[in-house]
């Protein structure tokens, strides 16, 4: 009795932390090691040395002005948009709240050439003189991240209880004052969570910055890259790649505090979706400004890969079960598109397994401070994938996982595994409120009407995560259709998924490969909206706190 | 690091994973079949740029008794650093694409053996400067070259540029797009072209450059694509940093002249090599392989697949190449060996000049 | 038979319960009755195997209950809200033991239980159609339905309103009389535990501080505060304490102590007081008077004597609703 408790708590950690700890610490710190031990021996003075560079500070300034910036404006609009989307009822909200999830999924390569069309000098937005501003890194950076905080919060506010807000308005207070008093306090968990996901997402950004920023402007995650591929200077490589990390958990800790547990034994009445009002008036123009920011760029690529020879056609779309001009592919865009969606399979089942433990295991009740703790901080270390860049964890599996029995650098199993990593916090932020919202005692009832363990997990949580369970597969879905980071170091030739080939495609030159990686674009993004809204359609109702 | 010791491995990994029974329409099943242990393979590591017809594929199996399994992932640099940080214990048994301004760092590392190859005739020229023991040889080369849109030029009664000096006379403000030193290879060959020009005064002349308005960009595709008026976007630049070969491929239907072309005095030349790895665990195969590669069908391909020029002499170029790319006689070059020990502080004192 | 010997449960590093040993024969009912934070649920946790023991020995008929795990004991558990499963419908929620335990004939005896409780006919209905006293229902019947060795019952009335607490309390003792189940339940209400059980443990910071025949408990409670909790309206002492025992004709003690209803309005009465203030109930007429050498103290009067504010009155002391307190 006394010992079943933890070895319960260390049965379900194995499989996620062997996993993570082989496809991700090892990796990642045999390349912290390669810097830190650059001549076999310990030389922490080079790590030390490049944070004193001016360049450092630079670049670690304009990360997080930049991911603040970003993530400011993704609250901002995404705020109205959630209430929108998740409070008011009108025709056509499911598509739009598809159509906003799209970004999530694109590859930074290819909405990259779609913004700088955009912005760029002869783009219809041209004369704003954005392209290679700040301006325009902030705005990729909120088009990819917005949908993060539109579900995130918006799932809270649909659950959230409307009485303590009619209370206030019985007590004479302003729609307003309902918002500021009892409603934004309430989304306060809801909101710091999807801030904190996003400010991740904004500081680890790569593509956005480098294609966006026209090489004005440095990130830490940039400049780790070039730093690694380009220079091999692995210590400074390392230095910053250790800032992050403290970064990564820091902002993790600070988050995990202000993310105050609601009291999952209260019954909740839940509001019906009402139809927009008078009042609504400047959250839906809000909502409609955004879906015209996300709509813009697609929109580019839409009308690029409809180009053809300075006329309209379809021949773009023809050619994508072709090879390319010139043999630019070895497979046709449409075996990879094949590829892409049994790798997101994978990844998906494999992320959702792990995911689903990792959520079981840090909800189940504490009972002393020291479980408490070791749940916590499991919490976060499966957060840490966010927090470091892909190029770091690529070149850590060629040196770590190259001895048997784990020589695993040449392995299938690879891709879908480090895009699993990829997804597996999204999933487990969805799964985790749900299941901390189920009152424990639900499980005791169960167990002393003679269920055991695995009974009273399908009796009590099934039927309530079920639906956000599939909703997680959907985010996991979409994020590995979309990875390019990881996935480009360790594809197999024969086998490249979508964006690979996109950004193959456009590493060649040809009109015909430029039209055809614009439409492979569109059709990976039709592919995801379309697994976005039959998720959708589920109605899960409750779903993605972050 | 037997291969069955691979397989082993993964299917570890998957019975770890196997939480959860896998959908029918996944790949993982199908997958793991074809990591089935042989040891008649030859593995070629790669950048993202390799490609050879599938019928030359064939041939060299049928020839060799090998299967050829092609690893590709980054780019020419990706791929240098990936050979140094898995010296002696490689991922395959040759590489391909490591170019002269990557060559010295693998080198330096130990990363080739020597492999006292039979080089084709005209190729000679293009080995390696202080490869004494043949760990490098020579398949293709290309030129790094400003490019410009003669239509463009022909409209606005303007002259194009013919040389380095040319892009910062203030006629030319605002035209010129480029790809970055730190972010691109094709970026990195201009920054060396105008070193092996200017010296130690390159620093000065980036600075004119910047401030006759060149923009810079992440990636080559970005410069061409998006900014170059020839590049199928709405580009509104008519230089852009390319290659020699690249008026070839703005020939309009049924036209007998290209819209663009290169500038041969702004030229730098770029020489890719192929490698037997140290730790190779089949050698033989890696030998025949680049044999292979200097072969005459396999340069002939070079063009059409690559988008290269052979290294051999005597090969015939596909019809619009013979016509439209043309290479310099007197490229731009900068010694490996310099470019190994300066590469950093150039980038660096680049990358203060162009965001200054 | 449950049997508790020295049991000590810790909860976060904090003791809860503390060297508790409790014996329960079968087919008794027995109540933990204590304020919230004495550790009385604690020790429900414990027997049903959701919390360790720290020191001590859980047995049932002899043979020591750690390492059976929950799903094991046979020990069903009803909880103060019930915590039906919301998706299932009443008959699937009752029948859920069944079901597990594969039993022929589930269907039958879903419906025999559904009767026993009053709830014949509600077994397609979800539990969010149900009130309060009707879930509550629900959930004994299916905490009844695997016959378990022992029912925990865990506050299983506090959440209902008081009138439909009562009749439930009295339907309950009558079920489980029935079904002749052994049963311990927790509550921090006198009543529902007079009415439930048969016998009576009084919990206090986490050890029993009384344990006996609930009629035994109730008239003579070990100390002040148990006989504060056990409904007793105020304790005396001293020369209170004695002025009241001898207008009982009972020998004087240290400390008594006297339910609300214990002085009544009495012609012959044995106190004399005046009327501070009074107030009519359907039951009777509540006072409180100001008695020389007691102060102002409650009681009761019949409602056809309603005195007002400022009039003296006479008071009877009814014996048997006094308590003396032993030691105090």
Same mark, same amino acid.
């Given at each position: ?6 070895l ?8 996620p932390?062997?996993?993570l ?27 030390l ?21 970003g ?5 901002l609009?995404?705020l ?11 025709r056509g909200?499911?598509?739009v709240?598809?159509?906003?999830l ?15 069309e955009?912005?760029?000098e ?13 301006v325009?890194?902030?705005?990729g ?6 949908s ?22 019985a ?13 934004l ?8 969570s ?46 910053l ?25 209260v ?17 839906l123009a809000?909502t409609a400004?955004?879906l ?43 075996e ?10 994978d ?10 433990l990792?959520a ?15 749940r ?5 270390f ?26 695993l650098r040449?392995?299938?199993l ?15 932020r969805?799964i ?7 009152d424990?005692r ?17 009796t009590?949580?099934?039927?309530v995560v079920?639906?956000?369970l599939?909703?997680?597969s959907?985010?996991a ?6 990875e390019?980071?990881?996935t480009?170091?360790l594809v197999r ?6 964006p690979v ?30 697994v ?15 | 690091?037997?291969s ?5 491995a993964a ?29 008649d ?23 060799s008794?090998?299967?050829l ?21 490689p ?11 990557f ?7 130990d990363?080739?053996?020597?492999y ?5 005739a ?14 490098l ?17 022909a409209?606005h ?30 970026g990195m ?43 199928g ?16 491929f703005?020939?309009p ?39 292979f ?11 059409e697949?690559m988008?290269?020029f052979?290294?051999?002499d005597?090969i ?7 016509s439209?790319a043309?290479q ?7 010694d ?6 300066h590469?950093?502080?150039?980038l ?9 | 038979?449950?049997?508790?010997e ?9 003791a ?22 004495c ?13 360790p ?8 008929d002899?043979?020591d ?12 558990l ?16 009752v ?27 509600y077994?397609?209905r ?10 509550q ?7 009844l339905? $695997?016959?378990? @060795?022992?029912?925990?019952l865990?506050?299983? &009335?506090?959440?209902?309103?008081a %009138? /439909?607490? !009562?009749?439930? =309390? ?7 009389r ?11 209400d ?25 009629a ?14 056990l409904?007793?309206?105020?304790v ?6 004695t ?8 020998p ?23 009327? $501070?203030?009074s @107030?009519?109930?359907?039951?009777q007429?509540? &006072?409180?008077?100001?008695?020389? %050498? /007691?102060g !102002?103290?409650? =009681?009761v ?12 009155i ?14 105090a």
């Amino acid at each position: 009795m006394r010992w079943s408790r933890p070895l319960t708590l260390a049965g379900l950690a194995v499989v996620p932390v062997l996993v993570l700890g082989l496809f991700f610490v090892l990796p990642v710190s045999g390349m912290l090691a390669r810097g830190l031990w650059p001549h076999g021996s310990f030389e922490p003075g080079g790590v030390l040395e490049v944070l004193g560079r001016p360049r450092v500070h630079r670049v670690v300034w304009f990360t997080l002005w930049s991911a603040s910036a970003g993530t400011l404006v993704s609250v901002l609009l995404g705020l109205p948009a959630a209430y929108a989307l998740h409070r008011l009822d009108f025709r056509g909200r499911g598509a739009v709240r598809a159509a906003l999830l799209v970004p999530f999924v694109l590859p930074t390569v290819v909405v990259g050439v779609a913004f700088r069309e955009l912005l760029g000098e002869g783009g219809p937005l041209g004369f704003l003189g954005l392209d290679g501003s700040p301006v325009a890194i902030v705005a990729g950076l909120v088009f990819f991240n917005v949908s993060v905080v539109i579900r995130a919060v918006g799932a809270a506010w649909e659950s959230l209880d409307p009485r303590p807000g009619e209370a206030a308005a019985a007590l004479g207070a302003r729609p307003v004052q309902v918002l500021r008093t009892v409603t934004l306090p309430a989304l306060r968990p809801a909101i710091v969570s999807a801030a904190s996901v996003v400010f991740l997402f904004c500081a680890t950004a790569f593509g956005v910055v480098l294609t966006l920023g026209g090489l004005k402007y440095s990130s830490v995650e940039t400049e780790i890259y070039l730093l690694t591929t380009n220079l091999l200077d692995l210590p400074a490589a390392a230095a910053l790649s250790i800032l992050q990390l403290v970064a990564v958990v820091s902002l993790l800790v600070v988050a995990g505090r202000l993310r105050a547990v609601p009291d999952p034994s209260v019954a909740r009445a839940v509001a019906r979706p009402r139809r927009p009002a008078r009042g609504d008036r400047l959250v839906l123009a809000t909502t409609a400004l955004l879906l015209v920011l996300v709509a813009a760029p697609i929109a580019t690529l839409v009308t690029g890969s409809l180009q053809v020879e300075g006329g309209w056609g379809l021949a773009n779309y023809r050619a994508l079960a072709t090879n390319g001009t010139h043999q630019a592919l070895l497979v046709p865009v449409t075996e990879a598109l094949v590829t892409s969606l049994r790798t997101a399979v994978d990844a998906t089942w494999m992320s959702l397994s792990m995911g689903l433990l990792v959520a079981v295991l840090v909800t189940r009740r504490s009972r002393t401070r020291t479980e408490r703790r070791v749940r916590g901080a499991l919490d976060g270390f499966f957060m840490l994938p966010l927090g470091v860049s892909a190029v770091t964890l690529g070149f850590g599996f060629l040196i770590t996982l190259n001895h048997p029995p784990i020589d695993l650098r040449d392995s299938p199993l690879l891709v879908p595994i480090a895009q699993a990593l990829v997804a597996l916090p999204l999933v487990v932020r969805t799964i985790v409120p749900v299941l901390a919202g189920i009152d424990d005692r639900q499980r005791q009832a169960a167990a002393s009407l003679g269920a055991g363990p695995l009974r009273a997990l399908w009796t009590v949580d099934l039927p309530v995560v079920w639906k956000p369970l599939l909703a997680a597969s959907g985010f996991a879905f979409a994020a590995s259709l979309g990875e390019f980071g990881a996935t480009s170091f360790l594809v197999r030739d024969e086998h490249p998924t979508v964006p690979v080939v996109i950004f193959r495609l456009l590493g060649h030159p040809g009109a015909m490969n430029y039209g055809m990686a614009l439409a492979a674009s569109v059709v990976l993004a039709a592919t995801t909206a379309a697994v976005m809204f039959a998720v959708e359609r589920l109605r899960v109702p409750s779903v993605g706190a972050f | 690091m037997s291969s069955s010791f691979r397989a082993l491995a993964a299917k570890l990994a998957a019975t770890l994973l196997l939480t959860v029974g896998a959908s029918s329409c996944s790949a993982v099943g199908e997958k793991s079949a074809d990591q089935t242990p042989s040891s008649d393979e030859v593995v070629l590591v790669t950048h993202d740029s390799f490609g050879l017809p599938k019928k030359l594929v064939r041939q060299f199996e049928a020839e060799s008794g090998y299967t050829l399994v092609v690893h590709r992932s980054g780019d020419a640099g990706t791929l240098a650093n990936k050979l140094v940080l898995t010296q002696g214990n490689p991922t395959g048994d040759v590489a391909f694409g490591v170019d002269n301004t990557f060559a010295s760092r693998t080198l330096d590392a130990d990363v080739f053996a020597p492999y006292a190859h039979s080089l084709p005739a005209g190729a000679d020229d293009f080995a390696l400067p202080g490869d004494d023991d043949q760990r490098l040889t020579p398949v293709d080369n290309g030129n790094v070259c400003v490019n410009v849109d003669d239509t463009w030029f022909a409209d606005h009664d303007l002259a194009p540029p013919t040389s380095l000096d040319d892009l910062t006379d203030p006629a030319y403000e605002d035209l010129f797009v480029l790809p970055g030193a730190a972010t691109s290879s094709t970026g990195m060959a201009f920054l060396l072209a105008t070193v092996a020009a200017y010296g130690d005064a390159w620093p000065d002349y980036w600075a004119d450059l910047m401030g006759n308005g060149a923009k810079l960009t992440a990636g080559w595709e970005d410069a061409y694509y998006v900014d170059f008026t020839q590049g199928g976007g709405k580009g509104e630049r008519p230089i852009v940093l390319s290659y020699d070969s690249s008026p070839a491929f703005t020939v309009p239907k049924g036209s007998d002249t290209s819209n663009t072309s290169a500038l041969l005095d702004t030229c730098f030349e770029q020489v890719e090599y192929a490698g037997v790895l140290e730790g190779a665990e089949n050698v033989d195969g890696a030998e025949q392989l680049i044999d292979f590669l200097g072969s005459p069908e396999v340069q002939a391909a070079l063009p059409e697949s690559m988008y290269v020029f052979p290294v051999a002499d005597g090969i015939d170029l596909p019809a619009d190449w013979a016509s439209y790319a043309v290479q310099p006689s007197d490229p731009y070059a900068v010694d490996p060996a310099d470019i190994a020990a300066h590469r950093d502080d150039w980038l660096r004192e680049w990358s203060d000049v162009t965001t200054r | 038979m449950l049997t508790l010997e020295n049991v000590s449960v810790s909860y976060d590093g904090k003791a809860a319960v503390v060297d508790v040993s409790l014996d329960l024969p079968d087919g008794e009912v027995l109540a933990v009755l204590g304020p919230s934070g004495c550790g009385k649920s604690t020790l429900l946790r414990a027997v049903a195997g959701l919390e360790p023991t720290g020191a001590g020995r859980i047995s049932w008929d002899g043979s020591d209950l750690a390492g059976v795990p929950t799903h094991k004991r046979g020990f069903a558990l009803m909880f103060q809200d019930g915590q039906l499963f919301t998706h299932l419908t009443v008959a699937r929620n009752v029948g859920y033991a069944l079901r597990l335990r594969r039993t022929p004939d589930a269907a039958k005896r879903v419906g025999e239980l559904l009767e026993l409780v009053g709830l014949e006919g509600y077994g397609d209905r979800l539990p969010g159609t149900l009130s309060g006293g009707e879930r509550q229902r629900v959930a004994l019947a299916r905490s009844l339905a $695997v016959e378990p @060795r022992l029912l925990l019952l865990d506050e299983p &009335l506090s959440a209902l309103d008081a %009138g /439909l607490r !009562e009749r439930l =309390a009295g339907e309950l003792r009558e079920i489980l009389r029935a079904a002749g189940t052994t049963a311990l339940m927790v509550t921090h209400d006198h009543e529902e535990a007079f009415t439930v059980a048969d016998r009576l443990a009084v919990m206090q910071d986490g050890r029993v501080v009384q344990e006996g025949v609930i009629a035994e408990v109730w008239r003579a409670p070990a100390d002040p505060d148990t006989a504060l909790f056990l409904g007793y309206a105020r304790v005396l002492r001293g020369d209170a304490a004695t002025t009241v025992l001898t207008a009982a004709g009972l020998p004087g003690a240290a400390a008594v102590a006297v339910r609300r209803s214990a002085l009544s309005v009495s012609a012959d009465g044995a106190l004399a007081g005046v009327v $501070v203030s009074s @107030r009519a109930t359907p039951e009777q007429v509540r &006072l409180v008077v100001d008695v020389a %050498g /007691l102060g !102002e103290i409650d =009681a009761v009067g019949p409602l056809d004597v309603h005195p007002g504010p400022g009039e003296g009155i006479r008071l009877a002391v009814d014996p048997t609703r006094l308590a003396v307190i032993p030691g105090a």
